[in-house]
């Protein structure tokens, strides 16, 4: 885990001290990881036999069964869960749903299979919809013995304060270029690449994994320039699939902004010119990560990169 010190800290004195909060709110930007690190924590706490400062042995029934995703006392809740649960489609699910927090406090409120703690994670908890936040709400009012929830989210601001203010805060920061650039350099890339693509990553070590892999297969994004259709024609490219256009809008947009950000920072385009762009391209992104249509997202991106260009 590496450049989310403070997180590892925080997390630590939970469990050496014992005194591990029914809800945890694990909050920054996305690819930072977040997910890797409430499944490790997960992991530790169901672990059988953790070792020291309570790590997980990472080889007993617990672990294993943790790193398979097989352990029955353990919910990761994201798209997938959500869409087994209803019997819709993955690509459908746009926000966490009432009748699945509901399913979720009912199996968080039944014994334990394995005589431990029972954990639920949810994966993009700013989707959340009303009645959703307000059934999560009277869970974590009134929460059972040794039950956990771990709630990922972009930010605090993105959930109820109602919501927020019962969760101990675990704050996540963008990775540091270099930390990106050595999570690269581990997966094999060249070293001139991982550079690059650090620098352009936002700090995210998922993001830069992704664009890494979207080079390897050949993929390019289409140019802003030229032809008035390209942004529309970029939106219709995106997965049909809405958690994977999501996450590719997202890496679209993310990707704009720090090619903008560093014209200005390397003074190639003055922060008069680019700050309205700058600023747009960022409310587009965190509409993303609420639930926006990544497709309209897109487009509405490329346009303010061809309105800054004109």
């Not at 993009?124 to 009303?130: F, M, V």
Request: proline share 7%.
């Amino acid at each position: 885990m590496k450049g989310q010190e403070r997180a590892l800290k925080i997390l630590s004195g939970f469990r050496c001290s014992g005194k591990i909060p029914s809800a945890l709110l694990f909050h920054g930007p996305p690819g930072v990881g977040k997910r890797t690190l409430a499944l490790e924590w997960a992991a530790a706490i169901v672990c059988e036999r953790p070792g020291e400062e309570g790590a997980a042995c990472g080889a007993c029934r617990g672990c294993e069964a943790a790193g398979r995703g097989a352990h029955p006392d353990l919910r990761l809740v994201g798209a997938a869960y959500q869409a087994a649960l209803l019997g819709e489609e993955p690509e459908t699910q746009r926000a966490l749903k009432v009748d699945t927090i509901r399913h979720l406090r009912r199996e968080m409120e039944t014994t334990s299979l394995w005589g431990g703690w029972k954990i639920s994670i949810l994966e993009d908890a700013q989707t959340l919809e009303s009645a959703s936040a307000n059934a999560l709400l009277k869970i974590l009012e009134e929460p059972k013995p040794r039950t956990l929830w771990i709630l990922l989210a972009v930010s605090p601001e993105s959930l109820p304060k109602t919501i927020v203010s019962r969760c101990a805060r675990v704050p996540f920061s963008a990775l540091r270029a270099g930390d990106v650039e050595e999570i690269l350099a581990a997966r094999g890339v060249p070293a001139p690449k991982a550079r690059a693509i650090a620098r352009l990553s936002g700090g995210s070590a998922g993001r830069a994994v992704e664009m890494w892999e979207e080079a390897a297969d050949g993929e390019e994004e289409a140019p802003a320039k030229g032809d008035p259709l390209a942004p529309f024609s970029l939106a219709e490219s995106l997965p049909r699939e809405l958690p994977l256009a999501r996450r590719k809008a997202e890496r679209i947009i993310a990707l704009e902004i720090e090619k903008l950000r560093l014209d200005v920072i390397e003074r190639r385009v003055p922060f008069s010119k680019a700050g309205p762009a700058l600023r747009e391209l960022r409310d587009l992104l965190r509409a993303v990560g609420s639930n926006a249509d990544p497709r309209a997202a897109v487009v509405l991106s490329r346009i303010a990169l061809e309105v800054l260009s004109s």
